[in-house]
C-alpha cells in the first residue's frame, strides 16, 4: 500500500478486543518511532511499553476521562523526554508518537494518542500520575501515550476529495 492510502485509512481507534496484539507487530511500532527524525538527530525521547492489564488499568486515571480506552488496550507506549537535551522535545516526542500510530494502523492494530502534557488527573498533573505509577526520572517530561490494541470498530478512511484544501495557501497566505 502507498504512504498516502496508509495515511487516508488511518483513523483514531479507541475500542479494541481482548486479542493481544502480537510482539512482531509491537516491535516494528516501537521500530517506527525509533526511527523518526528529531532536531539535531538528538533522539530525546524514551518510550515506556506497558503490557501488565494491572498497569494499564491504573494508567487509565492518568486523564479525566479521556484515557479510559486503556482499560481494553492491549498495550500502551508512554512517550516521554528530557528537555535538557533539547528545546524541541516536545516536536520531536510528537513525530514519534504520530510515526508509530501511523505504523500501527498499517499493521492493522488500532491506536489512539492520548495527551498527556499539560494535562490532569483531578488535583495531580498526568505526568506526576504516571511518573509515579512507572517510576521515570524527575528530570523526564511526559508528552503522550499511545493506547495500542487489536480494533473492535475502526472509522472509515477519509476520502481525499473531502480534505481541507482551503487550508493550503499557495505563494503567500
Ligand atoms: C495532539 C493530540 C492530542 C490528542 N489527545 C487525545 C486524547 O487525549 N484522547 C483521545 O481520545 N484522543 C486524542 N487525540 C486524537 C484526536 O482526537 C483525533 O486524532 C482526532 O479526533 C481526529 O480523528 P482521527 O485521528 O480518527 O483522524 C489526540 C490527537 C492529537 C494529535
Same mark, same amino acid.
Given at each position: ?15 479494541y478486543t481482548e486479542e493481544p ?6 516491535? *516494528? ?25 494491572? /498497569? ?28 535538557? *537535551? ?33 494535562? /490532569? ?53
Amino acid at each position: 500500500m502507498d504512504l498516502l492510502e496508509v495515511m487516508r485509512k488511518r483513523r483514531s481507534v479507541r475500542t479494541y478486543t481482548e486479542e493481544p496484539i502480537t510482539e512482531e507487530s509491537l516491535t *516494528k511500532i516501537l521500530q517506527a518511532g525509533l526511527l523518526s527524525p528529531s532536531g539535531r538527530a538528538r533522539r530525546p525521547w524514551e518510550f515506556i511499553v506497558v503490557q501488565k492489564r494491572e /498497569t494499564l488499568d491504573a494508567m487509565a486515571g492518568c486523564r479525566d476521562g479521556a484515557a479510559s480506552m486503556l482499560r481494553g488496550a492491549s498495550c500502551a507506549v508512554v512517550v516521554i523526554a528530557d528537555p535538557e *537535551k533539547t528545546d524541541v522535545w516536545v516536536e520531536d516526542c510528537s513525530i514519534a508518537m504520530a510515526n508509530m500510530h501511523l505504523m500501527a494502523d498499517s499493521l492493522g492494530i488500532g491506536s489512539c494518542w492520548i495527551q498527556g502534557r499539560l494535562r /490532569t488527573a483531578g488535583d495531580t498533573s498526568t505526568e506526576d500520575y504516571l511518573r509515579k505509577l512507572l517510576h521515570f526520572p524527575a528530570e523526564y517530561r511526559l508528552e503522550a501515550i499511545l493506547s495500542l490494541g487489536m480494533p473492535q470498530n475502526h472509522p472509515a478512511a477519509y476520502e481525499l476529495e473531502q480534505l481541507p484544501a482551503e487550508k493550503i495557501h499557495r505563494e503567500s497566505y
